[in-house]
T-cell receptor, first 113, second 111 residues
């Protein structure tokens, strides 16, 4: 059963610390998305990649967030330094162009204290 | 991408059909209608999508009006496990499923 895997599932960290979230997209999917969900803002697109190249990261605070795909099986989202307002659930999704559907992981729940 | 409008909440009795409406009056000719749902504490789940013809799969049916300005997602026999937030999204398939989520409809299926 192919699925998007995200680690860790939960993360509690202190303000100022670096946070790294990882995502393993479904094998063969060449489009990867990062979303953030909060009660106030709902689901927001942070960045997305096609064939490991960033296509759009306009939703991401550039000064502290960075997203990369070191290889086709791993996507990372880093926050440095983290702030309490970054507390949210971060979702990764993968898909294929022209297929219309994106498959979401279970998310990483981040709490910055 | 075109904007969508959905009712904030709906109720449905278990075993009955759930009909979730969505307005997308500014949809353009090459934009698809997608439906996703999010069960509490889980990631969003794809349900169905279509361009102009009605579509059906094992989860649901999608009815798109002829002018494409609105659509209805039908869950034919709702169960308690269908309680979730349902999102109607309009977007171009060629964009690789870049999705802009609105607030969705909270569907509650009651026993």
């Amino acid at each position: 059963d192919a699925r998007v895997t995200q680690t860790p599932r939960h993360k509690v960290t202190e303000m100022g610390q670096e946070v790294t979230m990882r995502c393993q997209p479904i094998l063969g999917h060449n489009t990867v998305f990062w979303y953030r969900q909060t009660m106030m803002q709902g689901l927001e697109l942070l960045a997305y990649f096609r064939n490991r190249a960033p296509l759009d990261d306009s939703g991401m605070p550039k000064d502290r967030f960075s997203a990369e795909m070191p290889d086709a099986t791993l996507a990372t989202l880093k926050i440095q330094p983290s702030e309490p307002r970054d507390s949210a659930v971060y979702f990764c999704a993968s898909g294929l162009p022209r297929k219309g559907e994106a498959f979401f992981g279970q998310g990483t729940r981040l709490t910055v204290v | 991408d075109a904007k969508t409008t959905q009712p904030p909440s709906m109720d449905c009795a278990e075993g009955r059909a759930a009909n979730l409406p969505c307005n997308h009056s500014t949809i353009s000719g090459n934009e698809y209608v997608y439906w996703y749902r999010q069960i509490h504490s889980q990631g969003p789940q794809y349900i169905i999508h279509g361009l102009k013809n009605n579509e059906t799969n094992e989860m649901a049916s999608l009815i798109i009006t002829e002018d494409r300005k609105s659509s209805t997602l039908i869950l034919p026999h709702a169960t308690l496990r269908d309680t979730a937030v349902y999102y109607c999204i309009v977007g171009r398939e060629t964009s690789g499923s870049r999705l802009t989520f609105g607030e969705g409809t909270q569907l509650t299926v009651n026993p």
